[in-house]
């Protein structure tokens, strides 16, 4: 059974600083991982993609991928009160066309 | 970015009755579409994965006669959920992706209510 596993929080901030979010992955063959932001009620909305080990930046946010771990994770700087979502991490699943495997997502709350 | 459009947002139904939802790609070429369900607190349940102009690959579980998936175009797909009832109340999603990518973007959704 392929899996992510996401912390599902809620993991509680305070606005303008660093919310950190981490996700595991068990398919070794994952090439493809992304970060997905849903708000309450909402679909998800993609946040970043990631295809090689390292860091990634875009804006206030940066996707970091190990590997060799089977590590992904988000890290959001200046954070706030709007970032208040559930995180959903999504990694492909290996030989299947383009299906992604979703986590359980992480609740991030930023407070004024 | 790629734009995915998801209609109808939201569906009032009585049981039994049959409700289609229609997901399309603005901007871009959709080869492949996806349909999710979503209940309240839990993560995307993939349904079933869609090719333009060949049958729907159904998940585990997911009943095809019950959720007809058509899609005929590279940019409708069509999701039908036939003689609802209230347990098929739910958040769908639909997701695209075009040839060669792996990124999905999803529409906005639509929750179902059968009453």
């Known amino acids: 059974q392929k899996e992510v596993e996401q912390n599902s929080g809620p993991l509680s901030v305070p606005e303008g600083a660093i919310a950190s979010l981490n996700c595991t992955y068990s398919?070794?063959?994952?090439?493809?991982f992304f970060w997905y932001r849903q708000y309450s009620g909402k679909s998800p909305e993609l946040i970043m993609f990631?295809?090689?080990?390292g860091d990634k930046e875009d804006g206030r946010f940066t996707a970091q991928l190990n590997k060799a771990s089977q590590y992904v994770s988000l890290l959001i700087r200046d954070s706030q009160p709007s970032d208040s979502a559930t995180y959903l991490c999504?990694?492909?699943?290996?030989?299947?066309?383009?299906?992604?495997?979703f986590g359980q997502g992480t609740e991030l709350s930023v407070k004024p | 970015g790629a734009v995915v459009s998801q209609h109808p947002s939201w569906v009032i139904c009585k049981s039994g009755t049959s409700v289609k939802i229609e997901c399309r790609s603005l901007?871009?070429?959709?080869?492949?579409m996806f349909w999710y369900r979503q209940f309240p607190k839990q993560s995307l349940m993939l349904m079933a994965t869609?090719?333009?102009?060949?049958?729907?690959?159904?998940e585990q579980g997911v009943e095809k006669d019950k959720f007809l998936i058509n899609h005929a175009s590279l940019t409708l797909s069509t999701l039908t959920v036939t003689s609802a009832h209230p347990e098929d109340s739910s958040f769908y999603i639909c997701?695209?992706?075009?040839?060669?990518?792996?990124?999905?973007?999803f529409g906005a959704g639509t929750r179902l209510s059968v009453l």
């Open positions: 398919d070794r063959g994952s090439q493809s």
């Open positions: 901007d871009f070429q959709a080869t492949t």
């Open positions: 997701s695209a992706a075009w040839a060669g990518k792996n990124i999905q973007y």
């Open positions: 990631i295809y090689s080990n």
């Open positions: 869609s090719n333009e102009g060949s049958k729907a690959t159904y």
């Open positions: 999504a990694v492909n699943e290996s030989n299947q066309g383009g299906k992604l495997i």
